[in-house]
């Protein structure tokens, strides 16, 4: 009785330990996990599980700018366990990412984009034991094929966070309550730019942008752009000149 007093207040209770079996995954791709499910000392009742795909946000209000952890996705795994001292269960299972999933895999030193998977055992009468693991988000081939053009252009990404709140551009909007932005400077003193800062919204087929500039004497305008999957380094290159007027 006295260990199932302490496995309930989390001492000698059940542990989870989510393996990702991949070392990179790309917005919208499938993310192969094993759930591990290791009992304590005493025996316990688990309810499910519960997946939650987390990001670090900056945020700004009424007292100023902070930063919190943001649910992005969640799943939930109605399944049954009886735990006794002495099990072991491994859970496979594939996720599939949302195509707005921010990338963390980025040519920048200031890359503040932070993505983890949380896995949390439904516990009976228990604080809920969990396991927190960061993923690594590569970016899909037109996003590595718009940041080739970028550079082109003469724009190097300095900067990289995630952002609170809601994009709409021409035709589209983000939908998981935050966004990523990329931020741009030129590398010429020359240009008329102070910095762009560039959002990507994917969906099937096409990946739309929100591109923020910043221009000398002139403040901040909004731009938006939709590339359809297959474009060259140069065919973007050529509409981000002509958007930017480059």
């Known amino acids: 009785m006295f260990k199932k007093v302490l496995a309930s207040i989390g001492i000698g209770g059940a542990k989870v330990d989510t393996i990702i079996n991949s070392e990179q995954v790309q917005p919208g791709g499938i993310l192969p996990i094993t759930v591990v499910i290791e009992a304590g000392d005493a025996e316990q009742d688990i309810s499910g599980l519960q997946l939650n795909l987390m990001a670090r946000t900056k945020y700004e209000d009424d007292n100023g700018e902070g930063y919190r952890n943001q649910v992005l996705q969640t799943w939930t795994i109605n399944q049954q366990l009886l735990l006794k001292p002495g099990d072991k269960h491994h859970v496979p299972m594939e996720l599939q990412l949302h195509s707005e999933t921010p990338i963390t895999h980025l040519p920048c030193r200031n890359n503040q984009s932070q993505v983890w998977l949380e896995t949390g055992l439904e516990v009976d009468l228990a604080i809920d034991p969990s396991d927190r693991d960061p993923l690594s988000i590569a970016p899909t081939r037109t996003m590595i094929t718009c940041m080739e053009a970028m550079e082109r252009c003469g724009l190097r990404m300095v900067k990289a966070d995630i952002e609170f709140g809601t994009l709409r ?34 969906r099937s087929g096409v990946t739309h942008l929100f591109i923020e500039v910043d221009r000398k004497m002139r403040g901040d305008s909004y731009l938006s752009l939709s590339l359809p999957d297959g474009l060259s380094v140069s065919d973007i290159e050529e509409q981000l000149k002509s958007l930017l007027n480059l």
């Open 169 to 202: 551009g021409n035709g589209f909007a983000s939908t998981i309550g935050c966004y990523q932005e990329l931020e741009y400077r030129p590398e010429s003193r020359l240009t008329r730019l102070n910095e762009v800062e560039l959002s990507f919204i994917t």
